[in-house]
């Protein structure tokens, strides 16, 4: 059974800090790795993919990625109280047609 | 552009009752799917379809049957729902012709059965 897994939280940051947001995944052959978002009541919305060793920024948001340790973060520089929401990890599965998910990471950034 | 369209966005079940979730697309996507969404245990797939006439289980089928009608259209049954199939539901699409593309959703339909 493939499993992506994340910390539950809350993970409460205080405005201006940077949240660093932790995913690991088991199937080793995943290639593609995504961060959605999701604020309360609301359906998940694109923040970030990667699929190369190393970094990738967009913005305040940098996405990390570890293949030999199978580990993907994200994390937001500068947080937001309006970053407040649910970020959620997703996996490529066996095939194209899947996207194996994480329980997702609630994120409380304090005034 | 309306992007991936769902109806309704509320509804109430009694045990045993029937109801069909609509979805639809307008993005040319080949592959549509559903999730249920409980608290606590993210998003969990019941059907997909790679492709218009195709469709396949997910990992929570049981208890819901499915219909891709055309290329933007793909529809959940519940033929009998139980009070376990509360929860929140998204349709969403996706472009995987390109393995990076991502998951576009709906905006979920809220259903709650007694």
């Known amino acids: 059974q493939k499993e992506v897994e994340q910390n539950s939280g809350p993970l409460s940051v205080p405005e201006g800090a940077i949240a660093s947001l932790n995913c690991t995944y088991s199937?080793?052959?995943?290639?593609?790795f995504f961060w959605y978002r999701q604020y309360s009541g609301k359906s998940p919305e694109l923040i970030m993919f990667?699929?190369s060793n190393g970094d990738k920024e967009d913005g305040r948001f940098t996405a990390q990625l570890n293949k030999a340790s199978q580990y993907v973060s994200l994390l937001i520089r500068d947080s937001q109280p309006s970053d407040s929401a649910t970020y959620l990890c997703?996996?490529?599965?066996?095939?194209?047609?899947?996207?194996?998910w994480g329980a997702g990471t609630k994120l409380i950034i304090k005034p | 552009n309306a992007g991936v369209t769902q109806t309704p966005k509320f509804q109430v079940l009694k045990t045993g009752q029937s109801m069909t979730l609509q979805c639809a697309q307008d993005?040319?996507?080949?592959?549509m799917y559903w999730y249920r969404q409980d608290p606590g245990m993210g998003l969990r797939l019941i059907y997909y379809?790679?492709?218009?006439?195709?469709?396949d289980k997910g990992e929570v089928p049981n208890g819901y049957n499915v219909s891709r009608l055309n290329k933007r259209e793909f529809s959940l049954r519940l033929e009998s729902a139980a009070p376990s199939q509360t929860s929140v539901y998204f349709c969403?699409?996706?472009?995987?012709?390109?393995?990076?593309?991502?998951?576009?959703f709906g905006n979920g339909t809220r259903l709650t059965v007694t």
């Open positions: 199937d080793r052959g995943s290639q593609s």
């Open positions: 993005m040319n996507h080949n592959s």
């Open positions: 969403a699409s996706r472009d995987v012709l390109s393995y990076n593309s991502p998951l576009h």
């Open positions: 997703a996996v490529n599965g066996d095939s194209n047609y899947q996207l194996i």
């Open positions: 990667i699929y």
């Open positions: 379809s790679a492709s218009e006439g195709t469709t």
